[in-house]
């Protein structure tokens, strides 16, 4: 029976403008979910936060609302003390962030955000913040493909040496392309990179006049690309680093991940929290965009509708209609032409009872 209402009352339509007003994966679902209600303390109370929602937009602007990642893998690797890739890391210092400037929104220059706003308060008050930790993070890690020199100490005494070993390399091919003995040898005076390994591209049929390792040759047969022997050992010494390097991050994203492993219940609430935030502000835009307003509601089975809007006729085009109903009557017969609005008219009051309103 409710499906059939929903239907042809057109409610998931509804839902799919509301849920594209939302940010967020959860305000997403939370508004493709959305059922309709029939008690008067729950739509009451739902009202209220929308009322409240629209007012504080009002007030102030849009919440910063962003996109945040899917918690449930990133919950299940910090509740089993496992750690954190960097794009994972960024992600939660994204939702502390977040956390941060949504507080900020609401109770900066907002001294009576409480008694004006009793139920956004206790979803902006859920809000857990840690600027150390998201300050820490954002230091560490640069982009989910990149972590800072300074990260650790180790890390930067690596990363020297690597460069140290890098310069003594490319100094060393370098007075090899531009010798004399070699110079003829040589295809194109640069140095490359093959299977992580500093080499210089010779011309094939001198390929026997270097003594080396050929890593790679050209599409055409025509290059080699060979490690001289007199870099061997070098480019050896900087793979182990390279190893270290690696090694040493994984410390680094550990270390970082076992800040998070006490407060995984609070990022869990902050996520949850930021979700229904955004699907409130989402009701509150989409209640702006149609100048809709918070209706009285009653005991009595009263309706009294005044200038009602079908929210899908466009507002230049709409006609509004009154309509009431056990005021002064309790039935109403409604006639016309095929197109004058009858069955318009049938689905304001429908959605209307149907939600207590």
Not at 264 to 282: H, M, P, Q, R, S
């Amino acid at each position: 029976m409710l499906t059939n209402y929903i239907e042809k009352l057109e409610f998931n339509k509804v839902l799919d403008i509301l849920s594209s007003t939302c940010i967020t994966e959860i305000g997403k679902n939370l508004a493709k979910n959305l059922q309709p209600e029939n008690k008067k303390d729950i739509v009451s109370m739902l009202l209220k936060e929308t009322t409240e929602a629209t007012t504080l937009i009002y007030k102030k602007h849009i919440p910063p609302f962003v996109e945040i990642i899917n918690f449930d893998y990133i919950e299940k690797m910090l509740k089993s003390n496992s750690s954190l890739n960097a794009k994972n890391l960024l992600e939660i210092a994204r939702i502390l962030k977040l956390a941060n400037n949504l507080k900020t929104y609401f109770f900066e220059d907002n001294e009576e955000a409480t008694s004006l706003f009793p139920i956004l308060d206790k979803y902006f008050s859920m809000l857990y913040i840690n600027s150390n930790i998201c300050t820490e993070i954002e230091k560490c890690i640069l982009d989910e493909a990149t972590i800072a020199d300074n990260a650790s100490v180790e890390l930067l005494n690596i990363r020297r040496k690597e460069k140290n070993l890098e310069e003594t390399i490319k100094n060393k091919l370098n007075s090899f392309i531009h010798s004399t003995s070699y110079s003829k040898y040589i295809q194109e005076n640069v140095i490359t990179i093959r299977n992580e390994r500093y080499v210089i591209p010779i011309k094939e049929e001198y390929r026997s006049k270097i003594k080396g390792f050929v890593h790679d040759v050209s599409s055409s047969g025509s290059t080699v690309f060979i490690e001289p022997m007199s870099i061997f050992e070098l480019n050896n010494e900087i793979a182990n680093l390279k190893l270290d390097e690696l090694k040493e991050i994984e410390k680094i994203l550990f270390k970082l991940s076992t800040l998070l492993f006490p407060i995984v219940d609070e990022l869990k609430t902050n996520v949850e929290t930021i979700g229904k935030l955004d699907f409130i502000f989402a009701k509150a835009k989409y209640s702006i965009n149609l100048d809709a307003i918070e209706p009285e509601l009653n005991d009595d089975k009263l309706i009294n509708l005044i200038s009602a809007r079908h929210p899908f006729i466009p507002k230049a085009s709409v006609v509004p209609i009154d309509i009431n109903l056990g005021i002064s009557f309790s039935s109403l017969v409604i006639t016309g032409p095929n197109t004058g609005g009858k069955t318009v008219t049938l689905k304001t009051v429908r959605i209307t009872y149907f939600n207590g309103l």
